[in-house]
């Protein structure tokens, strides 16, 4: 079929390519006119110190950080928990939560929108507030709580650390030998050196008091040689449970900082819920259905234009079939 050949269906079928679009379009604008009066608001969160910067502790990081946040804050309003929050602060109904609230980005920034749309315009504002509330709760102030879990397993660590040293020491009758250790092994070597003195300058009675101070000493090294491996394990086990508790405690102070940066007092504005419009609704709900109640005429068309074609072509087939028994009949009719 050439192009012209569409032009003549397209006007022999036009009351279908004008009228299914037509109707559609006029059952769209129907319910959207008819429909009850809808109300919206939109809650502003701008929470720039959550977002970027070098700080250790910060969730968002990178180049990629305002888009992180908007996706994880829209993943966090949806969330199960926060919408049975929502729903219990507000008494609507998760569902309708759910099909109501909007988050969208503005621009490149870290600044969000969120927007709610129902019937009820009392309902709208508490709806931000708490969804904006509950958010941002879950996001960060959850870290806190998981912070606080780290500093306490730290400082469980300290103290048990702590405690098996104070044990082995009682066990052993010794505190602190690797001081000890160390004073004896000095002292030690200072005997030394005055043994040697004392020699050179014929003092055998101070040669004699050296050298028992050097046998005495060389003794309490030997006693506590063996035993220093298992005490400075405890130490090391101590000192890791320090770092680990100081570690613990910086990222908590982050945690909180974090937290108070989220403030929903500091960082939310609600906006004043305000009808929307039908004709903005109507133009967004319309043209859509138009356009595809169009799509819908065309297949329409192809398809009463086949089905005209597959009648006009079995006509003449069934003339043909019909043809030879003519003479026939001819001829019995003649011969009375």
Known sequence: MEIVDYLRVAR???????????????????????????????????APALVGGGAAGTQYTGTQAA????????????????????AADTGVAPERLRDGIAVTQVGASSQLEVTYTAGDRATVAPVLTATTTRALAFLFSSQVGIATGEVEAANADVTAATKAI?????????????????????????????????????????????????????KKLDELGPKLP??????AQRDAATNALSQAREGLQAARAQAQAADPKQVTS??????VSRMTELVRTALP????????GVL?????????RGRAAARPAAATAAAP?????????ARP
């Open 270 to 275: 609600i906006g004043e819920a305000h009808e």
């Open 300 to 308: 329409l068309v192809g398809v009463l234009e086949l089905l005209s």
């Open 166 to 218: 104070g044990e082995w020491e009682k066990a052993n009758k010794v505190s602190q030998p690797d001081r000890i250790y160390q004073a004896t092994l000095g002292e030690l070597t200072s005997l030394r050196q005055q043994q040697l003195s004392m020699q050179a300058v014929g003092n055998s009675r101070g040669v004699s008091a050296a050298t028992a101070a050097i046998t005495a000493a060389q």
């Open 67 to 86: 888009n992180q946040f908007v996706a994880a804050f829209g993943a966090a309003v949806t969330s199960p928990r926060v919408l049975a929050d929502v």
């Open 289 to 296: 259905v138009g356009g595809a109640g169009l799509l819908l």
């Open 325 to 333: 028994s003519a003479p026939a009949e001819t001829v019995t009719a």
């Open 12 to 46: 022999r079928r036009l009351w279908v390519l004008v009228g299914v679009p037509v109707l559609a379009t006029g059952a769209a604008a129907a319910i959207v006119l008819f429909a009850p009066q809808q109300f919206s608001g939109t809650a502003y969160v701008a």
């Open 230 to 235: 298992d005490y400075q394990a405890l130490l």
